[in-house]
């Protein structure tokens, strides 16, 4: 405690995101961490797009998809992309409540998201399109459920963040940690434009 009221009284520099204790430079696994994720969601378009006509006798894209709800979604994510964008600003600025204001609200777009993709699945489901009903079928649900499962754990870290540095005040400790967590979230974001596009774009279009 001591070690960080001292850090919170230090002046902070322009970019306390970058600013690090010891000087050494702690995005370089961040990065190779993103380079697998990318690996991986490759992996599964490559599948999907291998195996998305593969329907037999359960319903296909063109009768699922519902480019409305998809479009809210996207929306959504989007635009909880800007609000942690908004968060980096104003760290930036030294403004640690609209900092976590803005984060919040990522947190909130983010479960909204969530919570459109686990009615979309249900709708799916009850119209004939479980797991095992066919390639297709697993390996839409395989893609758009690990990009969800991605968005959960954005969600909660960054809900982690928002509680354990609550009254801290913005220092070179957990600058990095915030900045680190929105790169994270813009990756999820561009994900899911690939997704809208290949999966739904294309699956309505043909």
Same mark, same amino acid.
């Given at each position: 405690?001591?070690e960080?009221?001292?850090i919170?009284n230090q002046?902070l520099?322009?970019?306390p ?9 702690k995005y370089l696994g961040?990065?190779?961490f @993103? !380079?697998?994720?990318?690996?991986? +969601? #490759? =992996?599964?378009?490559g /599948?999907?797009? *291998?195996l998305? $006509? ?5 319903p296909g894209p ?14 959504i ?8 964008v908004f968060a980096i600003?104003n760290?930036k ?8 204001m803005?984060m919040?609200?990522t947190?909130?777009l983010g479960?909204g998201?969530l919570g ?6 249900y ?5 004939g @399109? !479980?797991?095992s009903t066919?390639? +297709? #079928? =697993?390996s839409f649900? /395989?893609?758009? *459920?690990?990009h $969800? ?5 954005g969600i909660?870290?960054?809900?982690t963040l ?8 913005l220092?070179?400790?957990?600058a990095?940690?915030?900045?680190t967590a ?6 999820i ?6 997704i809208?596009?290949v999966?739904?774009?294309?699956g309505?279009?043909?």
């Amino acid at each position: 405690m001591a070690e960080q009221h001292t850090i919170q009284n230090q002046t902070l520099p322009p970019n306390p995101e970058k600013a690090t204790l010891e000087g050494r430079n702690k995005y370089l696994g961040f990065w190779f961490f @993103l !380079g697998g994720e990318t690996v991986l +969601f #490759a =992996s599964l378009f490559g /599948t999907y797009l *291998g195996l998305r $006509g593969g329907t037999l006798d359960g319903p296909g894209p063109a009768e699922l998809f519902h480019l409305n709800l998809v479009f809210i979604m996207t929306m959504i994510l989007l635009t909880s992309s800007l609000t942690s964008v908004f968060a980096i600003i104003n760290m930036k600025r030294g403004n640690y409540k609209k900092l976590l204001m803005w984060m919040w609200l990522t947190v909130l777009l983010g479960l909204g998201f969530l919570g459109f993709e686990i009615y979309e699945f249900y709708e799916y489901y009850h119209q004939g @399109l !479980g797991f095992s009903t066919s390639a +297709f #079928a =697993s390996s839409f649900y /395989t893609l758009v *459920g690990t990009h $969800g499962a991605h968005v959960a754990f954005g969600i909660c870290w960054i809900s982690t963040l928002l509680i354990r540095y609550r009254k801290t005040g913005l220092t070179l400790t957990n600058a990095p940690k915030f900045y680190t967590a929105v790169l994270y979230w813009h990756f999820i974001d561009v994900v899911w434009v690939f997704i809208f596009t290949v999966v739904y774009l294309l699956g309505i279009g043909g």
